[in-house]
């Protein structure tokens, strides 16, 4: 964790969406937030990121919880709902717009595709109303680069610091990147622990704490698990739940997908005893640089 972060009890937390069952690739990041949040002593948190009710499929987010709690990874104080925090991504909308930092847009995806993909700030200055409209932030503090603690630092490209992106879409429904900044500010998290794959969003996110005015947390990305395409392991890539029984089989795989020393005795260990040495071992300097392949069987005797 960076000298920024170390002053303040460290929070981290987890929040994946309820598309769909835990996943291995979901449980490595899962783990990973979690074992980074315990060695450093701090809290872990669970948020569920139900933005999207088109995309959510019923029972999945109950489904999660009990898996994690399966696994012997037990969060702190209450679920988060992104469902019910509606009142403040709008209140955060209010305030960028009274600050004159956000404007409506009518653009198609149609019309940005023929631009290459990068929105070009058409309607910036046409005072346009909010029907049929998105709000789009307007881009005056773009972010170019920014340190991990396992990746070094990361540049993004010009058009995609500088793009002015959306934060409420079109119907009505809240951005991603607004949602998950006004979230982790309100939870106090600190320090965020997720996968590869959202290194990008990271920098329009940072630009988005400093033009709220919140303090910006520390980052750590994960190595992606991927299938036998190369593809990472996704509900969209149909990749199947975490097996029943025994936990301690699929964790210790985790582990080992992360580059962890295992325990010789693991058979000889309960999970809590499990989870405490990976607590107590974890070092993410051992983890991998590439994205690696997931176990084929997750379900079969763990050998080394």
């Given amino acids: 964790m960076s000298d920024t972060h170390a002053a303040s009890p460290y929070i981290g937390r987890f929040a994946p969406s309820p598309s769909g069952e835990l996943h291995f690739g979901s449980l490595i990041a899962a783990l990973g937030s979690y074992l980074h949040a315990r060695a450093a002593q701090g809290q872990w948190l669970v948020r569920i990121d139900d933005l999207d009710p088109p995309r959510e499929i019923a029972g999945s987010a109950d489904s999660i919880l009990a898996t994690l709690e399966r696994f012997g990874l037990h969060w702190d104080g209450e679920v988060v709902w992104q469902s019910k925090r509606h009142d403040a991504y709008r209140a955060a909308l ?18 940005i595709s023929q631009l290459g993909g990068t929105y070009d700030g058409h309607c910036q200055h046409l005072g346009l109303g909010p029907e049929n409209a998105a709000i789009r932030l307007r881009q005056t503090r773009p972010v170019y680069a920014f340190d991990d603690d396992f990746q070094g630092q990361l540049h993004a490209s010009q058009s995609l610091a500088e793009e002015d992106f959306i934060i409420r879409r079109r119907d009505g429904l809240f951005a991603y990147n607004l949602a998950v900044v006004v979230d982790d500010h309100y939870q106090g998290v600190n320090h965020v622990v997720r996968g590869a794959d959202l290194i990008e969003p990271t920098v329009r996110q940072i630009s988005l704490y400093q033009h709220l005015g919140y303090p910006q947390p520390g980052y750590l990305h994960l190595p992606l698990a991927v299938n036998e395409s190369g593809d990472k392991l996704s509900k969209q890539n149909h990749a199947p739940g975490l097996p029943q029984g025994d936990p301690r089989p699929v964790l210790l795989k985790a582990l080992q997908f992360l580059g962890q020393t295992l325990p010789e005795n693991w058979q000889d260990l309960t999970l809590d005893l499990l989870l405490r040495w990976a607590i107590e071992h974890w070092s993410p300097a051992m983890m991998p640089r590439q994205h690696a392949k997931a176990p084929s069987d997750l379900t079969s005797a763990f050998s080394k």
Wanted: with cysteine; proline share 0%; hydrophobic share 10%.
């Fill in 94 to 111: 209010d305030t960028l717009r009274n600050n004159g930092l956000s404007y409506y847009c009518t653009c198609t995806r149609q019309r």
